[in-house]
């Protein structure tokens, strides 16, 4: 009895692996993967990149289709039964996780991604905070050098962390004085020189005695957590203006949880808090602050996170828009005017921060490029990229300007 004729082999592995890279395809094509991503990387605009994929992947999905007899066959060589199948890719998924647990405990040894080697000026000043992240200690008076002459800088805190001019508490003020409240980073908290020579130090010199000046800048804030600390302690004066602070760096602090993603040689007191844009534009918090000593972590996925942080999608616009606007939002409900402060000088992605501007609009914004003096990206702090005294008062004269045609002066 002659031998029955061998089965054709079965062409749904192909058809199956064809619908799986078309899927990937259609994934991959920008008009959908931009509604997930942002396609603007820091390697560039990654649309010709993200077609060329799709293409490709469409490409073996046809290819796959037409020689699904010839795949089929190749298939049934490789894997002869679904128990080889099995174990194959039992086997495959098994080299890999000991692979990634391998690289993890290696990580670990060696103390890879991070290495505390640098301690920002706001360690020894301030404390863990479980809401913003850090804040100053209260009443708490330092001394630090600055800049590559390591000039000597005595920095003051009241109560409430904010920074208050060196010298002995005044007496108590008028209970609810009308009050000009700065909130930002450290170009509002007066990086580098004293409070007297800050830009919100002359302004306060400017308004006195009439108003009453509270800075809440705090070094590497950003744009969320400068709202957060104006929001704990707005109600606790009479609130005429709110200015904030921008700088370039606040986009993409505005969009990061774990500062060492930024600056991985870092010591820091904590994470920070992180904000996401909802579908109707409103803002949700999605992570909270944590000390780096509760904070568990894994290595090889942090290393994973610096390499897309570096090349992947650019921070959020939109989101430190929305971020600026709830400022201004916070200010409105007590009745107080807002100003936004462009603080552009030397900082490298200051572009990012024109278009942060350009789809903001509602409230006056002071742009320190205005008139600006041909050497005024110089005016910085040598070996510190933070502005000098001068220019503190170059900015301090442009805000005192603004406020006063808010009715503030």
Request: charged residues 20%.
């Amino acid at each position: 009895m002659p031998d029955p004729t061998p089965a054709a082999p079965s062409t749904r592995p192909a058809l199956a692996l064809a619908a799986l890279f078309g899927i990937v395809a259609l994934l991959l094509a920008p008009p959908v993967l931009s509604r997930a991503i942002s396609l603007d990387w820091q390697l560039g605009d990654m649309r010709v990149p993200a077609w060329i994929a799709a293409a490709a992947c469409a490409t073996i999905a046809l290819a796959l289709v037409a020689f699904r007899g010839l795949f089929g066959r190749v298939w049934a060589r490789v894997f002869p039964t679904r128990k080889h199948l099995a174990f194959k890719l039992g086997a495959i998924a098994f080299s890999l996780a000991l692979a990634v647990v391998m690289a993890e405990v290696a990580f670990r040894m060696i103390g890879y991604p991070f290495h505390s080697s640098w301690t920002p000026s706001e360690f020894a000043i301030a404390r863990f905070d479980e809401e913003i992240g850090w804040s100053y200690k209260p009443n708490t008076r330092a001394v630090q050098p600055f800049g590559k002459d390591e000039r000597d800088v005595a920095m003051r805190f009241d109560a409430i962390g904010a920074r208050v001019p060196d010298e002995p508490p005044p007496a108590a003020e008028p209970p609810r004085k009308p009050t000009v409240v700065f909130v930002g980073g450290s170009f509002t908290m007066g990086h580098g020189v004293t409070y007297e020579e800050s830009f919100v130090g002359r302004v306060a010199a400017a308004l006195a005695p009439r108003y009453a000046v509270v800075n809440l800048g705090v070094q590497g804030f950003g744009t969320d957590q400068s709202w957060l600390l104006f929001e704990r302690h707005a109600d606790a004066f009479d609130v005429k203006a709110v200015v904030y602070t921008f700088i370039s760096d606040h986009v993409a602090r505005n969009d990061n949880h774990d500062r060492r993603l930024l600056f991985r040689q870092g010591r820091f007191l904590g994470t920070k808090p992180r904000f996401r844009l909802t579908d109707d534009g409103g803002l949700e918090q999605i992570h909270r602050p944590i000390r780096y000593e509760d904070y568990p972590y894994s290595r090889v996925l942090a290393a994973m996170q610096l390499s897309f942080i570096h090349r992947g999608p650019a921070p959020s616009i939109p989101l430190t828009r929305a971020l600026i606007r709830a400022i201004d939002d916070a200010a409105s409900r007590r009745g107080a005017r807002f100003l936004a402060v462009h603080f552009h000088q030397a900082r490298p992605s200051s572009a990012r921060g024109d278009l942060v501007f350009d789809g903001l609009d509602g409230f006056p914004i002071v742009d320190t490029r205005t008139d600006a003096p041909a050497d005024w990206p110089k005016w910085i702090i040598p070996g510190d990229d933070h502005p000098t005294p001068r220019a503190h008062a170059r900015v301090a004269t442009m805000i005192t300007a603004a406020l006063s045609r808010l009715g503030i002066r």
